[in-house]
Structures are given as structure tokens and as C-alpha cells.
């Protein structure tokens, strides 16, 4: 008999398309990698409603599901409607605790709802929303990962991540967080695996570790 084969599917955070996981290599004989990718959401749909119809695009029976910023959050609540092998959230957060006060705040005042999202065909303020910096330096590099433009499509995300009520991080969740995110900053987090040098966008950048790690973390 052969060994099963481990599916892992990988959900990218806001706005990004799955691309971010190019780099992302697991060894053949044990995983299988799935990509998803984001779709626009109904009118009105929460993201419970929202996580129910992206588990239908989950084929194999108990994966790994791993997502990045608020493809964390998704795959949280995905989780609550599948068997699963892992939940695995890497630069997001396990709570409505965990969000930083700046977020806070723009959810008692409703002041999201004036942020600028009709503005989104302008790649450095995409990048701004998804990344948490602009990017000067890297346009072409964040056009090519930056592609889920639509303006209903960010105005929901935004409001889902601010306005996110799960209170309690679920019991099972591995979170991987860099020391110097400056979206979900490491200092409002609770427990969690820490990668130095880390910021929000290390699933690109910090390859690397993710390749050497992902297996053990998966498998242990």
C-alpha cells in the first residue's frame, strides 16, 4: 500500500489571487497542493454563508486547510463545516480579540464604510488595503498577485475582517504570524508559531521557511 496522500488547499488573503503560493513547494510523495481563489460574494452574504459555498469546492475528505490574512479568517470558518485534517492561518488572526485597535475603531465608528474602495483600479492603495504598504518599488510585482479587483468584493471583505464576531480562537488552529507585521501586529496575538523578520506578505518572501516548515507542522 502507498501512503495517502495529504490534499492541503491554500486560500490567498484580500484581493490576492493564489499566484501568492507560487513559490510554495511541499515533497510530491506526500502532499498534493490545491489552490482557491476568491469569488465575489452575493448580496448581503455573511461569511459563515460565504465559507459554507467555498467548502464546496473542497474534493478530498479531511486536507489541511491553510489561509493567509483574511483567507485565515475564511478558512476558520470553513473549518465549521468539514472534517479536516489541520487548520493552519498564517499572518491573520484566531479572534476578534487578536484585531488591532485601530480596527476597532473603525468598526464602532462605521468609519469603514468610508473607506475609498471605489478607488481599487489604483494598484499602490490595493496594495495598501491588502498588504499593508504601499508599493513603490514592487508595482509590477503586486499587479501580478493583486488581481480581485471589484469594488462590492472589497467593500464586503473589509466590513467581514472589522466586524468578524468569533470570540474564541478555535482550539485546533495553528497560526503562524511574522514579528513585524504591521497589519495584524504581533503583540495583539496569542499563542502562535513566530517567524523572525516576518511581515504580512512572508507567504511571498519568506518561502523559504514555509517550504522547510509546512511539512512537519502538517505532519505533527
Same mark, same amino acid.
Given at each position: 500500500?502507498g501512503?495517502?496522500?495529504?490534499?492541503?488547499?491554500?486560500?490567498?488573503?484580500?484581493?490576492?489571487?493564489p499566484?501568492?503560493?507560487?513559490?510554495?513547494?511541499?515533497?510530491?510523495?506526500?502532499?498534493?497542493?490545491?489552490?482557491?481563489?476568491?469569488?465575489?460574494?452575493? %448580496?448581503?452574504?455573511?461569511?459563515?454563508?460565504?465559507? /459554507? =459555498? +467555498?467548502?464546496?469546492?473542497?474534493?478530498?475528505?479531511?486536507?489541511? @486547510? $491553510?489561509?493567509v490574512?483574511?483567507?485565515?479568517?475564511?478558512?476558520?470558518?470553513?473549518?465549521?463545516?468539514?472534517?479536516?485534517?489541520?487548520i493552519?492561518?498564517?499572518? %491573520?488572526?484566531?479572534?476578534?480579540?487578536?484585531?488591532? /485597535? =485601530? +480596527?476597532?475603531?473603525?468598526?464602532?465608528?462605521?468609519?469603514?464604510? @468610508? $473607506?475609498?474602495?471605489?478607488?481599487?483600479?489604483?494598484?499602490?492603495?490595493?496594495?495598501?488595503?491588502?498588504?499593508?504598504?504601499?508599493?513603490?518599488?514592487?508595482?509590477n510585482?503586486?499587479?501580478?498577485?493583486?488581481?480581485?479587483?471589484?469594488?462590492n468584493?472589497?467593500?464586503?471583505?473589509?466590513e467581514?475582517?472589522?466586524?468578524?464576531e468569533?470570540?474564541k480562537?478555535?482550539?485546533?488552529?495553528?497560526?503562524?504570524?511574522?514579528?513585524?507585521?504591521?497589519?495584524?501586529?504581533?503583540?495583539?496575538?496569542?499563542?502562535?508559531?513566530?517567524?523572525?523578520?516576518?511581515?504580512?506578505?512572508?507567504?511571498?518572501?519568506?518561502?523559504?521557511?514555509?517550504?522547510?516548515?509546512?511539512?512537519?507542522?502538517?505532519?505533527?
Open positions: 500500500m501512503k495517502e496522500m495529504v490534499h492541503v488547499y491554500l486560500m490567498p488573503g484580500m484581493a490576492a489571487n499566484s501568492i503560493f507560487e513559490h510554495i513547494r511541499l515533497p510530491e510523495d506526500q502532499f498534493t497542493i490545491h489552490w482557491l481563489e476568491w469569488t465575489i460574494p452575493h %448580496s448581503g452574504e455573511t461569511i459563515g454563508d460565504y465559507a /459554507k =459555498r +467555498m467548502c464546496s469546492k473542497i474534493d478530498y475528505e479531511e486536507p489541511v @486547510l $491553510l489561509g490574512s483574511f483567507g485565515g479568517i475564511l478558512v476558520q470558518e470553513m473549518s465549521k463545516h468539514l472534517k479536516f485534517k489541520k493552519i492561518v498564517v499572518s %491573520s488572526v484566531k479572534n476578534r480579540h487578536e484585531l488591532p /485597535k =485601530r +480596527m476597532k475603531v473603525l468598526k464602532h465608528t462605521k468609519a469603514y464604510k @468610508l $473607506l475609498p474602495t471605489q478607488l481599487v483600479g489604483n494598484v499602490d492603495l490595493l496594495a495598501k488595503y491588502a498588504f499593508g504598504e504601499t508599493i513603490k518599488k514592487r508595482v510585482l503586486y499587479q501580478k498577485y493583486l488581481s480581485v479587483n471589484d469594488k468584493y472589497l467593500d464586503w471583505a473589509i467581514q475582517v472589522i466586524c468578524w468569533q470570540e480562537s478555535l482550539p485546533e488552529t495553528i497560526h503562524i504570524h511574522g514579528e513585524k507585521d504591521a497589519v495584524f501586529p504581533f503583540k495583539n496575538l496569542g499563542d502562535c508559531i513566530s517567524v523572525e523578520g516576518g511581515t504580512h506578505i512572508m507567504i511571498i518572501n519568506k518561502y523559504r521557511w514555509f517550504n522547510k516548515n509546512l511539512p512537519k507542522i502538517i505532519l505533527g
